[in-house]
């Protein structure tokens, strides 16, 4: 399975824990503020803040979480001054990782990363030495027990996805990160129940690991998703299900 569709997948149900002691939320709410910044706090006319409210939605943060959010960015109350800050470098077997973060002290952040990279066979890089392995695309998961691939790709391919295909017992269908809200929407109103659909980082080619670095990867991936200034972690690591099965088992 590839790197961002099995993290995100295990974030995925990462997040559920995470929502209970209200750490999801955090991450939420410091993107809503970003975005809320960058391009005002009008959903109709952001589609980034578009796209986090109903992230935000499906982690269901209240409403009045998202519009404090809102308001901070757009300085309707006070909030505090994060920069977006990407970090680049490597992992266990040459693994690219490639690590999103908003952060109110960049030097705290890069010391905080640098050290857990390096704790966990890998290093900080310098800006440019993995990004060229990723692109930016939208992935919508859905159950493929629920819904059989005739219904996925038909309301996929109308609504302009690039792609479809079967991970295990799920549907990923990709798009364009400019088209994400719209095939999203057609799932929706559908009413087809989306598993987990963002925008991130995918990589272009991958690494596949053994048993060894697989198990150290992941643990690497979690370490450094649980930094608070963590926004999104992507790698470009392949694991054979028969290994990443071995793995949950333990």
């Known amino acids: 399975m590839s790197g961002h569709s099995k993290w995100h997948s295990i974030r995925h149900k990462k997040g559920a824990m995470d929502a209970k002691r209200g750490k999801i939320f955090t991450k939420i709410i410091r993107e809503i503020t970003v975005a809320a910044r960058e391009g005002g706090g009008d959903p109709d006319m952001n589609p980034r ?9 499906e982690a269901n943060m209240p409403k009045d979480n998202i519009e404090k959010a809102i308001k901070k960015g757009t300085g309707e109350i006070e909030g505090y001054n994060l920069e977006e800050v990407v970090y680049e470098g490597y992992g266990p077997a040459g693994v690219a990782i490639m690590i999103d973060t908003m952060t109110d002290n960049r030097n705290r952040t890069t010391a ?4 857990i990279l390096t704790k966990n066979g890998g290093n900080l890089g310098e800006n440019g030495c993995v990004a060229w392995i990723f692109e930016t695309k939208g992935i919508i998961t859905l159950s493929a027990e629920k819904y059989d691939e005739n219904t996925v790709m038909e309301i996929a391919l109308d609504a302009g996805a690039l792609d479809i295909r079967k991970e295990n017992d799920l549907w990923e269908v990709t798009t364009e990160p400019e088209d994400f809200e719209g095939v999203r929407g057609a799932f929706t109103e559908k009413g087809i129940e989306i598993v987990m659909g963002d925008v991130m980082r995918v990589p272009k080619t991958t690494v596949k690991l053994d048993e060894k670095h697989a198990g150290k990867i992941l643990s690497l991936m979690e370490k450094l998703d649980d930094i608070d200034d963590v926004q999104n972690v992507a790698a470009n690591f392949d694991i054979p299900e028969e290994i990443l099965e071995a793995i949950e088992d333990r």
Request: hydrophobic share 45%; net charge positive; proline share 0%.
């Open 49 to 57: 803040l578009r796209t986090i409210i109903a992230k935000a939605k």
């Open 112 to 115: 905080e990363i640098r050290n």
